[in-house]
């Protein structure tokens, strides 16, 4: 990313699902290095025609995006890969750092669902 220039758009995806009838994800980041602009619903808890109920709350201050996915009575879930959501980040200064996922998952059948995540580098020039 290059100060002064973007917005970027960093896609939240997942693959390898199977039955999935909540997603909540926490993703943190540097706020001295990336503003968040928006955040907007992916495509993947949509599958079969659902309409899923989409929140996320962004705290600037401590670089914290959460979001929450729910399909609500849902007996089938969503399965294999897609985009969960996309956040568009403005970056405001140069340097380096991380964005942490963290999560969980239920599944359509009750239980939860193993989720693994991993960190995406940030590099602001």
């Known amino acids: 990313m290059r100060v002064g220039s973007g917005p970027y758009t960093v896609p ?9 009838s909540a997603v909540t994800i926490s993703i943190t980041f540097n706020p001295a290095l990336l503003r968040v602009r928006s955040v ?6 949509r599958q079969g025609g659902a309409a899923p109920t989409f929140t996320q709350q962004v705290d600037p201050a401590a ?10 009575g849902d ?3 969503a399965s294999t890969a897609g985009l969960l959501a996309a956040i568009l980040f403005e970056p405001v200064a140069a340097g380096t750092g991380t964005l ?3 999560g969980t998952g239920t599944r359509a059948a009750g239980g939860a669902a193993t989720l693994q ?3 995406a580098g940030v590099v602001v020039r």
């Open 63 to 72: 670089g914290r995006i959460d979001i929450a996915i729910v399909r609500s």
């Open 40 to 45: 907007s619903e992916g495509t993947f808890m």
């Open 117 to 119: 995540f991993a960190p």
């Open 12 to 20: 939240v995806s997942i693959s390898g699902a199977t039955g999935l």
């Open 100 to 102: 942490n996922v963290s």
């Open 75 to 77: 007996q089938v879930g």
